[in-house]
């Protein structure tokens, strides 16, 4: 099966610019994940979608980032405006399943690369 | 609520001797408890899964881990390491009954010596 899918795999942008990212989740797996991996430390959950509806965003910075998908299917990450401290690896995951039936793994993308100058 | 620790933020091993990665969680429901690796500019994969069946569980490269309720830890061993196995390595907590919301620990960085 193909794995997730994520665009752009790096980006350099200045401070109070804006930059979206992408993700494509593996066919049929209903749950989407977006991490921040900050250097040196584990991921941090952004936002966690069930089909179309969000499930968790409470740590998402809500004054400057957005998320959607659309459809139940692919999402997009966006910050505006950007800060120094943006700079991160975005990480997206899909999973087939969780909750009271049992939680599937997460598959992850290959991230995005966000250097904000 | 939930939550993870690694107990090691760095360990250092040589290539052939075993390798142990400690991981205890905290969890107010039966969790489902995972293993990834990630590699230098890499994705995150998934090297092994206790979701409620065998207390040990055996992954891919050799990598295995078991589930203690008693002692709420989930450390990850190989018996022999590796110069490939040198990588980050991440302990996450699913809580199920909880908030369903998959919990990272901060990862260990495993070094492996020839």
Redesign the interface.
């Given at each position: 099966e193909a794995g997730?899918a994520q665009s752009p795999r790096y980006k350099i942008i200045e401070k109070r610019q804006s930059v979206a990212f992408w993700c494509n989740p593996i066919s049929g797996h209903a749950t989407l994940?977006w991490?921040q991996q900050i250097l040196g430390?584990?991921?941090?959950?952004l936002i966690?979608f069930q089909n179309n509806g969000v499930?968790?965003d409470s740590q998402l910075p809500k004054d400057r980032f957005s998320a959607e998908r659309l459809k139940g299917v692919d999402s997009t990450l966006k910050i505006q405006p950007a800060k120094l401290e943006d700079s991160a690896v975005y990480?997206c995951?899909s999973s087939s399943r969780?909750?009271?039936e049992?939680?599937s793994?997460?598959?992850?993308?290959?991230?995005t690369r966000l250097t904000v100058t | 609520a939930q939550s993870v620790t690694q107990l090691d933020s760095h360990v250092s091993v040589s290539e052939g001797t075993p390798v142990l990665l400690r991981c205890n969680y905290s969890s107010s429901y039966s969790p489902s408890l995972f293993w990834y690796v990630q590699h230098p500019n890499k994705g995150l994969q998934l090297l092994l899964k206790y979701t409620s069946a065998a207390t040990l569980v055996k992954g891919i490269n050799g990598f295995e881990a078991e589930f203690k309720k008693s002692e709420t830890s989930f450390h990850l061993t190989k018996p022999s390491a590796h110069m490939s196995d040198a990588a980050e390595y991440f302990c996450v907590v699913f809580a199920s009954g909880g908030s369903y919301i998959p919990t990272f620990g901060r990862g260990t960085s495993l070094i492996v010596h020839p």
């Amino acid at each position: 099966e193909a794995g997730v899918a994520q665009s752009p795999r790096y980006k350099i942008i200045e401070k109070r610019q804006s930059v979206a990212f992408w993700c494509n989740p593996i066919s049929g797996h209903a749950t989407l994940y977006w991490y921040q991996q900050i250097l040196g430390q584990g991921p941090k959950l952004l936002i966690q979608f069930q089909n179309n509806g969000v499930v968790d965003d409470s740590q998402l910075p809500k004054d400057r980032f957005s998320a959607e998908r659309l459809k139940g299917v692919d999402s997009t990450l966006k910050i505006q405006p950007a800060k120094l401290e943006d700079s991160a690896v975005y990480l997206c995951a899909s999973s087939s399943r969780f909750g009271q039936e049992g939680n599937s793994p997460l598959h992850f993308g290959n991230g995005t690369r966000l250097t904000v100058t | 609520a939930q939550s993870v620790t690694q107990l090691d933020s760095h360990v250092s091993v040589s290539e052939g001797t075993p390798v142990l990665l400690r991981c205890n969680y905290s969890s107010s429901y039966s969790p489902s408890l995972f293993w990834y690796v990630q590699h230098p500019n890499k994705g995150l994969q998934l090297l092994l899964k206790y979701t409620s069946a065998a207390t040990l569980v055996k992954g891919i490269n050799g990598f295995e881990a078991e589930f203690k309720k008693s002692e709420t830890s989930f450390h990850l061993t190989k018996p022999s390491a590796h110069m490939s196995d040198a990588a980050e390595y991440f302990c996450v907590v699913f809580a199920s009954g909880g908030s369903y919301i998959p919990t990272f620990g901060r990862g260990t960085s495993l070094i492996v010596h020839p």
